[in-house]
């Protein structure tokens, strides 16, 4: 949700999409003035509109849930993207010492595949089906040029992440009146 509705030239702040839950469950979306489905809400997202969600008698953020529960129905409609394994590890970073830093991580490698992803498609624009199928073979010198990128900002991702662990414990060894 990252697209601005604000004018060209112009410095303001970008205009926020406001959608009010009503305790009935409805959404309305004060943009177009009208009731609106979880499945547009998903259509905000992918078209990268700027939204938030808030609740219609306290103005209380919603965003996080509305999110959640669209991935929710996603995850139980089709071919899910988690495994119950991958869940089950997620769930186990709750309330441990590298949540914040799982969490981190987790939005690093996300927004990287998402920029290896528009490249890709950025580089089979007009592709006929052949075509596109070599370029999707590992194999090809493109896809693993990207794919190398790709696995280097991982990397880079999670070292930064250990050298941030690092840090924090020294500091907090330090603290504590002990030195590593």
Same mark, same amino acid.
């Given at each position: 949700?990252?697209?601005? &509705?604000?004018?060209?030239?112009? *410095? ?16 309305? *979306? ?30 209380? *953020? ?11 129905? /996603? ?6 993207? !988690?495994?119950?394994?991958? @869940?089950?590890?997620?769930?186990? !970073? ?6 914040? !830093? ?12 998402? *920029? ?41 991702? !999670?070292?930064?992440?250990? /050298? ?8 907090? @060894?330090?603290?504590?009146?002990? &030195?590593?």
């Amino acid at each position: 949700m990252q697209k601005s &509705k604000a004018g060209s030239g112009s *410095d303001r702040a970008p205009a926020v999409r406001v959608i009010k839950k009503y305790p009935n469950r409805r959404l309305y *979306d004060t943009d177009t003035s009208t009731y609106i489905t979880l499945a547009e809400v998903k259509s905000l997202v992918m078209e990268s509109e700027v939204f938030v969600v808030r609740d219609a008698k306290t103005n209380d *953020d919603l965003t996080r849930s509305i999110l959640l529960q669209i991935i929710l129905e /996603e995850e139980t409609a089709g071919v899910p993207i !988690f495994t119950e394994q991958v @869940l089950g590890n997620i769930i186990r !970073f709750y309330g441990h010492a590298m949540q914040d !830093f799982m969490g981190a991580y987790l939005e690093k490698n996300v927004q990287i595949f998402m *920029d290896l992803q528009h490249k890709m498609t950025e580089q089979s624009t007009g592709a006929n089906p052949e075509a596109w199928k070599q370029f999707m073979n590992v194999q090809s010198p493109m896809m693993q040029g990207m794919m190398g990128t790709y696995l280097e900002q991982s990397r880079h991702a !999670f070292t930064q992440m250990q /050298e941030q662990m690092q840090k924090n414990s020294e500091q907090m @060894l330090a603290a504590l009146g002990l &030195k590593r």
